[in-house]
């Protein structure tokens, strides 16, 4: 089994994981931002398949955000951890998997935010996507006014 040193070093790596996911991050909006029953009157707007596009693109951004703490402290626990290993080449070899898993699971993420910017950007800036305006760089918002005209 894992000595007392090795126990204490990873109870202590729950509980900072533990505390690092609950402490809440900063939000703009909610999930899908629009069809509320108050706010502003963006938010009140009709939902549309605009405003889910914008919603999935708030979840990527929220994972990402997530998983940089995450892999931050599983990073600094596998360094400790190989510090501690005193050349012990059981404890070494699991620092070193636990960092090649951070930072790869961290690339996987990152790529994952990548591909939907680039995507969402090349959809905006050809016209594809009716009704999405890009802000700066990798933001986007809704336009609910019909691009049809207005009934008479």
């Not at 990402?64 to 050349?87: E, F, H, K």
């Not at 699971?105 to 935010?113: E, Q, R």
């Not at 700066?136 to 005209?149: I, L, N």
């Amino acid at each position: 089994m894992y000595s007392r040193p090795t126990q204490f070093l990873f109870s202590g790596f729950f509980f900072l994981s533990f505390i690092f996911t609950t402490i809440p991050l900063p939000t703009d909006a909610a999930l899908v931002p629009c069809g509320r029953n108050t706010g502003t009157a963006a938010e009140m707007a009709p939902c549309t398949l605009c405003h889910i596009i914008v919603g999935g693109k708030g979840i990527i951004d929220w994972g990402l955000g997530i998983m940089t703490v995450v892999a931050i402290v599983v990073i600094v626990a596998m360094a400790i951890l190989y510090i501690v290993s005193i050349g012990n080449e059981g404890m070494m070899s699991t620092a070193k998997g636990g960092i090649k898993a951070a930072l790869v699971g961290f690339a996987v993420m990152l790529s994952a935010w990548l591909i939907v910017n680039v995507v969402l950007t090349l959809l905006v800036n050809n016209d594809f996507l009716d009704g999405i305006k890009q802000g700066s760089a990798f933001t986007f918002t809704c336009d609910t006014a019909s691009s049809t005209g207005s009934a008479t």
